[in-house]
């Protein structure tokens, strides 16, 4: 099965972006969609949008439609997630997932505070 | 598409069934057929694991103390026998639409 591995944590300030990165391993970047979720602290979780790495369309949760962008490098085996205009209530651990939900990235850690 | 989850908690004994149900604001029928209900397991620290597809499929290398079942709107997940390992908290989640996740049900031991 192929992994999902994410960039590291980062701190954020309130009012700025941050750009998350998940690369998959192996030759091929196959999923129908890659799928980023986030789940704040002690939260459930909520669906931020997709990207189907084939051909870069996008389909996003309509509460982040005008602050989240998600892209992907085919040649890279690498999707994004940047979340723009950070609150606090922001702060978050972000997955990458693939179709199906089988198969998640490890996480990353986005403290957001002023 | 609201997800709704009860209990919020579940004190189990080890050894003991455990059941957990999940119920959808509308149905989760597609288009083509198939019912997109998920369930998850998160342990504390890591990231979820699927356990459950299309209502009753387990996936591979889950247990079979585990099982789904339900339709419509109205699904569970049951365990048959509660081990150890089986703490934590699960999650149901449609796919039917744009993915929603249900609260979450902490499972502990008594």
């Known amino acids: 099965q192929m992994q999902l591995v994410q960039s590291g944590a980062e701190v954020k300030k309130t009012g700025s972006s941050v750009k998350v990165s998940c690369k998959g391993s192996g030759n091929t970047f196959t999923y129908r969609h890659l799928h980023w979720v986030r789940q704040a602290p002690g939260q459930a979780f909520e669906w931020m949008g997709w990207i189907t790495p084939f051909n870069g369309n996008t389909n996003y949760a309509q509460k982040f439609q005008d602050r989240v962008t998600i892209t992907r490098d085919r040649s890279l085996s690498t999707a994004y997630m940047e979340l723009s205009s950070l609150r606090s209530e922001d702060t978050a651990m972000y997955y990458c997932?693939?179709?199906?939900?089988?198969?998640w990235g490890q996480g990353t850690l986005v403290p957001v505070s002023s | 598409i609201v997800m709704t989850q009860t209990p919020l908690s579940s004190p189990v004994t080890l050894g003991q069934p455990a059941s957990i149900s999940c119920r959808s604001s509308q149905s989760l029928v597609h288009s083509d057929g198939n019912t997109y209900l998920s369930w998850l397991h998160q342990r504390p620290g890591q990231p979820p694991r699927l356990l459950i597809y299309?209502?009753?499929n387990r996936f591979s290398g889950v247990p079979d103390r585990f099982s789904g079942s339900g339709a419509g709107t109205d699904f569970t997940l049951k365990i048959s026998r509660v081990e150890a390992e089986d703490v934590g908290i699960y999650y149901c989640m449609q796919g039917t639409q744009f993915p929603v996740f249900g609260g979450g049900t902490k499972v502990e031991i008594k």
């Open positions: 997932v693939g179709d199906g939900f089988d198969n």
């Open positions: 299309k209502i009753s």
